[in-house]
């Protein structure tokens, strides 16, 4: 009997027009597209996108070329110098990310033990060259202080779950 | 000369340039296109006799089967054409013998009075349907031949699946009869259990 | 009916016949290119709509420029022949798949009196022309010289044979209820005074279904796309090809879908009849069922998953061949008794 049952199941294609049954019915749902350029959809402020160099309030830079960072960096995308300045800190010379390398983890921004790297919520940039996604420090540097507001915000949301 | 005749002269050109090309070309693949070739406008010069049934079932059956299967064959074939090409001289007497005895056959065939009166074709009315015609005669004056012809196809291919069919033991394939029938409580157990503590 | 042609037509004297067959011809190829770049827009929309997305809607209103700008890109775009291709019969492969499936064009009915060739053999000479077309997949796997899209080609081919069979028997039933080989006649056979219940779809339903899947996998369509198979070996045998000579298999494909949804519609949903007894019979009705047909294509895409290979031939070989020739039987015994009514 389930023998019979079975045949006429499969051979009535009953499955199939299930199948059909369901995605007629999705044809009719409501859409889910987000029109990329003129609807966004809601980020977290722990969104990992470009990366930034923070400064202090006075304006010196945060980074103190720990180099934790460098060790962290499971792509090994981050390339970094340092040296005595003249008023004796110690500071980098050479902070570079690649960005090609970059796989978005965000450990550089954990490790960090100033807050000096950070990731921000910025994602839509691009590269006409493969030059530029190698971003320097004065870049990164510009990026921070371009969205310093935002990063800032973020990281006190943050501050509270650490 | 009509323009049936331009299009027979054409037909027929090009069946016999295709019929050559299949016995000079080098590579099997070109040859068996050049005989898929020769079918086409063998099949036209069939259109232009008013055997359509026959020249589109040529076309269908030979062209659209025969020859596909042929191809797939052939383009699988990795064949030595060096090796193929030698001996070429030893068996020419034996290949234009056996040549010129077809020729001398076709000569005789078509020469002989018999076929002769066949030649003028039978002019028909437009709505005259050549495929009730030969079907009535197939299945009326020549059942026994045709039934025949049906039978010994069929023995021959049950012959052909009875000398491929072999059944190896440790064949890892798959039967998609029991794959159907499977069914979810076959191959997913569900335990309901208490959630453990937090350690 | 064409009355106002006839000056025309005594200024062109014996030039006539052929200028005007050229005339018809483009009026057939013109409009089905049409529908065949708006059947890509479709099948866009139709899938992404069942899958909860609203599908290309950039270009122009409701994305109704996408199909223009998409073939201005294939258009503007190099054809690269590879170096270890065999060149002549490389270029000359996505014409042998154009061809057979414009030429098939020239039998179809699209009302009592719009038809090219009224021809005797219409249905045979149908099943011939849509057998060609294998050649031209064939040919473009061989050569390319590519393996991907070798597989590609010995995969089609197989298929295409095994379901051509399906195919035919299930065309064996139409015309024995039809007794006729003509399309106009097959259609003309399902006029009743009972609309859709004279249609061949009644009696032959299993024939539809099996007519209806063997022509998804005619046409290399989901889910019997194994030529293809974009995610096993690329795109089958048009992998090496690229710009117009990529969209002239394109174009084959998508004629082909059109050309089997004309079919379905002709042959067991009554072609341009009414479905309904009082409403009067039109080319609309032929183009709704074609319409319709077509979607079910497009379903059965957003649906299904690929069939895989061995399955693929077993339902060619074990279950639509021993269907359709006990269909045969069966309805030959039908038709000797009183209860045949269609």
New interface residues.
């Given amino acids: 009997m389930e023998k019979i049952k079975d045949f006429f199941k499969t051979f009535l294609l009953i499955e199939l027009l299930k199948g059909m049954a369901l995605t007629g019915r999705y044809m009719f749902a409501r859409k889910i597209t987000v029109q990329f350029p003129d609807e966004k959809t809601p980020q977290s402020f722990r969104f990992r996108g470009l990366h930034a160099q923070r400064r202090y309030e006075n304006g010196e830079e945060r980074c103190i070329g720990c180099k934790l960072c460098e060790a962290v960096c499971p792509a090994m995308a981050i390339k970094i110098a340092v040296a005595e300045r003249e008023d004796g800190t110690r500071r980098t010379t050479q902070y570079d990310i690649d960005l090609t390398k970059c796989i978005f983890c965000g450990f550089c921004e954990e490790s960090c033990p100033v807050d000096a790297i950070v990731e921000t919520r910025v994602f839509e940039y691009h590269g006409e060259k493969r030059g530029d996604l190698y971003y320097t420090k004065p870049m990164l540097l510009a990026v921070g202080d371009k969205h310093e507001a935002q990063i800032a915000k973020d990281r006190l949301a943050d501050s509270k779950y650490r | 000369m009509s323009f049936f005749d331009v299009v027979f002269y054409l037909f027929a050109t090009i069946t016999v340039l295709a019929g050559v090309g299949v016995v000079v070309a080098r590579n099997p693949v070109h040859a068996a296109l050049f005989l898929v070739l020769a079918f086409c406008s063998a099949a036209g010069i069939w259109m232009l006799l008013e055997a359509e049934f026959l020249a589109i079932t040529l076309i269908l059956v030979y062209v659209g089967a025969v020859m596909v299967l042929f191809l797939f064959v052939v383009m699988m074939l990795d064949i030595n054409l060096v090796k193929l090409r030698e001996g070429f001289w030893r068996w020419f007497p034996f290949g234009a013998l056996l040549a010129g005895l077809m020729v001398f056959e076709m000569v005789w065939v078509l020469g002989s009075r018999q076929t002769a009166d066949v030649s003028k074709a039978i002019v028909h009315a437009a709505d005259y349907s050549n495929t009730k015609e030969l079907g009535r005669l197939i299945y009326t004056q020549y059942v026994y031949p045709f039934e025949i012809a049906a039978v010994i196809l069929l023995v021959a291919m049950v012959a052909a699946i009875a000398l491929t069919l072999r059944r190896r033991a440790g064949v890892k394939s798959q039967n998609v009869a029991d794959q159907v029938k499977v069914k979810k409580a076959d191959r997913l157990r569900i335990v309901s259990m208490k959630s453990e503590p937090k350690q | 009916m064409m009355d106002w042609l006839l000056p025309v037509q005594n200024l062109l004297g014996p030039a006539w016949l052929p200028i005007w067959t050229v005339v018809k011809i483009m009026l057939i190829v013109a409009p089905l290119m049409g529908a065949v770049a708006y059947l890509t827009l479709a099948e866009r929309k ?1 899938i992404g ?6 599908g290309p ?1 950039r270009v122009g209103y409701f994305g109704l420029l996408q199909p223009l700008a998409d073939g201005l890109k294939l258009f503007m775009k190099e054809i690269i022949v590879p170096s270890g291709s065999n060149k002549f ?1 490389f270029v000359i492969a996505p014409i042998m798949v154009l061809m057979p499936a414009l030429a098939a064009w020239a039998v179809v009915p699209f009302n009592a009196e719009l038809v090219l060739s009224n ?3 219409g249905l ?2 149908i ?2 022309m849509t ?2 077309g ?2 031209g997949v ?2 473009a796997g ?1 050569a390319s010289n590519s393996k991907y899209a ?1 597989l590609g080609c ?1 995969r089609s ?2 298929q ?2 095994s379901y ?1 069979i399906a195919m035919g028997f299930a065309l064996v039933t139409v015309l024995m209820a039809a007794q006729s ?1 003509n399309l106009g006649d097959i259609v003309k056979g399902q006029h009743g005074n009972y609309g859709m219940l004279n249609w061949y779809i009644i009696p032959l339903f299993p024939m539809f ?1 099996v007519y209806l899947i063997s022509g998804v996998a005619e046409t290399n369509r989901a889910p019997f796309d194994v030529a293809e198979g974009e995610s096993e070996i690329v795109a089958g045998f048009h992998v090496e090809y690229s710009g117009m000579a990529f969209a002239l298999f394109f174009l084959g494909e998508y004629a082909n879908m059109i050309l089997v949804a004309f079919l379905t519609s002709i042959m067991f949903l009554g072609g341009w009849l009414s479905p309904v007894p009082f409403l009067p019979d039109s080319i609309v009705w032929m183009l709704g069922k074609v319409a319709f047909v077509l979607f079910l294509f497009l ?2 895409r ?3 998953p690929r069939y895989r290979y ?2 693929l031939m ?1 339902l060619g070989w074990k279950v639509f061949i021993p269907v359709s020739l006990i269909w045969v039987v069966v309805v030959g015994a039908w038709m000797q008794t009183s209860y045949w009514l269609w």
């Fill in positions: 139709v709509w069942m899958q909860i997305r609203i809607n019969l021809a005797n053999a045979l000479y099943l011939a057998s060609l294998v050649y064939i040919i061989w070798f010995l081919a197989a295409i044979v051509e080989l279904i379903w059965f957003a649906t299904f061995d399955q077993r």
